[in-house]
């Protein structure tokens, strides 16, 4: 089946007379641990881009930067399977858990701004919502809550106690801080190359690796895997290299023949990934691709100013939040996506956030966390 983009408008040229106010509020991740690895800088465009920016930003959004599959096959094909609704579950008192990870790496040349400040506004709406959260950061006296790889994998093992012999629970796995990309040892991955996050610890070497990142390999094996049928994951990772961290099979696209139809789309081998949970996946960028900071979310948000935050904070996290704190109905998986998108890219970031899945959802499915 040839699945054709959503729109083709291309990327319009930076515009460097609005240039000034967009970069006195945002960061890029200069200092990204595999900015190792050669790519390129994040791509600065314009603000205020209006119709044309919105539909640029869209179009990526839907494939037009499509993210590394996994797989080691230059020829997969895409298929559409048919759709199906994402489901709803009624959550009731005790069934909802979160692991909130953010870390600044403080004290180091990784150091960032805005990662604590990213799970401490996330807890705060989801404790609003019924979630109970651990929280580990790396401004905290209690070694037990600091986002080491051993601390951040015991969170993982907490989580899916929860939800072993059950059904009906709902999960919250959120990672700001850097992400990173190794070489592929699995042979699954089409571009070579395995995305990582960075415990605090990372550059140590652990368990017989050379380092102490955690692979999107492991997450998926190990977390995402063992959830069990009728249990519901959403996880954000704001993050360098994150399009495809937790290595579900399917993920955004729309059809340009059919504007009103949303895709999930996989290749020839998504069936094969066997994942009982009902997994989605919202990540900042592409794997290819660094993600920024916002430096002052009051300034860059006056909605959420008048809410009191302030500070640095990641700008799929922040936007995420502006998206539901301030949606005036349902929110579906559409929805979601794309104003996220048009968001960040009427703001100048040039990264391109990405949805997957575990299975073919419906992107008209009401997204209810």
Not at 62 to 76: A, E, T, V, W
Not at 168 to 184: C, M, T
Not at 258 to 275: A, C, E, H, N, W
Request: net charge negative; hydrophobic share 35%; aromatic share 10%.
């Amino acid at each position: 089946v040839s699945v054709l983009y959503w729109s083709q408008v291309p990327l319009p040229p930076p515009n460097g007379n609005q240039m000034g106010d967009v970069l006195s509020t945002m960061s890029e991740c200069t200092d990204c641990v595999d900015c190792f690895d050669g790519s390129e800088e994040i791509a600065m465009a314009g603000a205020g881009l209006g119709l044309a920016g919105g539909a640029a930003a869209l179009y990526f959004a839907f494939g037009g930067k499509r993210p590394s599959m996994r797989h080691n096959n230059d020829k997969l094909q895409q298929f559409v399977p048919d759709p199906v609704p994402l489901p709803r579950i009624i959550s009731y008192d005790r069934t909802k858990y979160a692991l909130l990870i953010g870390i600044n790496y403080t004290g180091t040349r990784f150091e960032l701004d805005g990662c604590v400040n990213d799970v401490r506004r996330v807890g705060q709406f989801l404790s609003q919502i019924g979630y109970y959260a651990i929280c580990l950061t790396d401004d905290q006296p209690d070694p037990k809550y600091l986002p080491t790889k051993t601390n951040i994998l015991n969170g993982l093992y907490h989580l899916l106690g929860k939800v072993q012999g059950r059904v009906g629970y709902k999960l919250w796995l959120h990672f700001s801080g850097h992400g990173s990309q190794v070489h592929d040892k699995s042979g699954d991955e089409s571009d070579g190359l395995d995305e990582t996050i960075c415990p605090i610890d990372f550059l140590t070497p652990q368990d017989g690796e050379e380092h102490g990142m955690i692979t999107d390999d492991m997450l998926n094996e190990i977390f995402v895997r063992e959830i069990p049928r009728g249990n519901m994951l959403f996880s954000v990772f704001d993050c360098c290299h994150s399009g495809t961290v937790l290595d579900l099979p399917y993920y955004a696209i729309a059809d340009s023949k059919r504007r009103k139809k949303r895709y999930l789309v996989g290749d020839q081998f998504s069936d094969t990934m066997t994942i009982e949970c009902d997994a989605v996946l919202l990540s900042g960028c592409a794997d290819a691709q660094k993600s920024a900071d916002v430096k002052d979310v009051g300034a860059a948000f006056v909605e959420m100013k008048r809410r009191h935050a302030q500070g640095a904070g990641g700008i799929l996290t922040t936007a995420l939040l502006h998206t539901l704190e301030f949606a005036t109905g349902p929110v579906s998986l559409y929805h979601l996506l794309t104003t996220i998108s048009v968001t960040m890219y009427n703001m100048g970031f040039n990264q391109i956030p990405q949805l997957s899945a575990s299975k073919p959802y419906s992107l008209d499915s009401i997204f209810e966390p």
